[in-house]
């Protein structure tokens, strides 16, 4: 084994690429304690949290008692990799791995109203993941807010994710439904293993 040492390596005048290693290398060793520092653009290292995405209500979303209803989640702040469907309201990430999700409803009525809980659930497929509920119970309010999240594996191609809400005991004529705006949100992204 040969030993080289130096300072500096750069490439020959006219050149702008520099490659270590070759047709025989396979590993670059990096001794521990070693730092690595970058001042310019890397890639290739690492991975990167893609797919990603994070959808908002557009507009105000009604909400029955006792009926667990899809949240039509259409407006998309980004969506790294065209993975959701904004007319389903499903995530489909086409790439398998470890997602991280999360989601957020915010409920809202023009006047003082009352219910007993109201749930924020995350599906995979058919079936419920993750469910975080609010219980305001006797305590009447104009705005309630609940929030879910949790980390799931998806197949890629045929896996989807999606969000429902549910109210539980909404006072009659309450007018209460889930708000639009940023408040109501729902959003991934994967997680480098």
Same mark, same amino acid.
């Given at each position: 084994?040969?030993?080289?040492?130096?300072?500096?390596? *750069?490439?020959?005048?006219?050149?702008?690429?520099?490659?270590?290693?070759?047709?025989?290398?396979?590993?670059?060793?990096?001794?521990?304690?070693?730092?690595?520092?970058?001042?310019?653009?890397?890639?290739?290292?690492?991975?990167?949290?893609?797919?990603?995405?994070?959808?908002?209500?557009?507009?105000?979303?009604?909400?029955? *008692?006792?009926?667990?209803?899809?949240?039509?989640?259409?407006?998309?702040?980004?969506?790294?990799?065209?993975?959701? *469907?904004?007319?389903?309201?499903?995530?489909?990430?086409?790439?398998?791995?470890?997602?991280?999700?999360?989601?957020?409803?915010?409920?809202?009525?023009?006047?003082?109203?009352?219910?007993?809980?109201?749930?924020?659930?995350?599906?995979?497929?058919?079936?419920?993941?993750?469910?975080?509920?609010? *219980?305001?119970?006797?305590?009447?309010?104009?705005?309630?807010?609940?929030?879910?999240?949790?980390?799931?594996?998806?197949?890629?191609?045929?896996?989807?994710?999606?969000?429902?809400?549910?109210?539980?005991?909404?006072?009659?004529?309450?007018?209460?439904?889930?708000?639009?705006?940023?408040?109501?949100?729902?959003?991934?992204?994967?997680?480098?293993?």
């Amino acid at each position: 084994m040969s030993k080289l040492e130096t300072n500096t390596i *750069d490439t020959i005048s006219g050149s702008t690429n520099l490659t270590l290693g070759g047709t025989n290398a396979t590993d670059i060793t990096i001794p521990s304690g070693v730092t690595i520092t970058n001042n310019g653009t890397q890639s290739g290292f690492g991975g990167i949290n893609t797919p990603a995405f994070h959808v908002v209500l557009s507009a105000g979303q009604s909400i029955s *008692d006792n009926t667990e209803t899809i949240v039509a989640l259409n407006s998309e702040t980004f969506d790294t990799d065209n993975a959701y *469907d904004t007319s389903t309201y499903k995530f489909t990430p086409q790439v398998a791995g470890k997602y991280f999700v999360y989601s957020n409803i915010y409920l809202e009525s023009g006047a003082n109203t009352n219910m007993n809980r109201c749930f924020t659930n995350i599906y995979k497929n058919t079936t419920q993941m993750f469910f975080n509920f609010f *219980d305001p119970r006797d305590n009447p309010g104009r705005s309630f807010t609940c929030n879910a999240s949790g980390t799931i594996e998806l197949n890629g191609s045929t896996d989807y994710v999606l969000v429902k809400g549910l109210i539980v005991g909404q006072a009659t004529g309450s007018g209460l439904e889930i708000a639009g705006g940023n408040g109501t949100y729902f959003g991934a992204y994967k997680i480098i293993e």
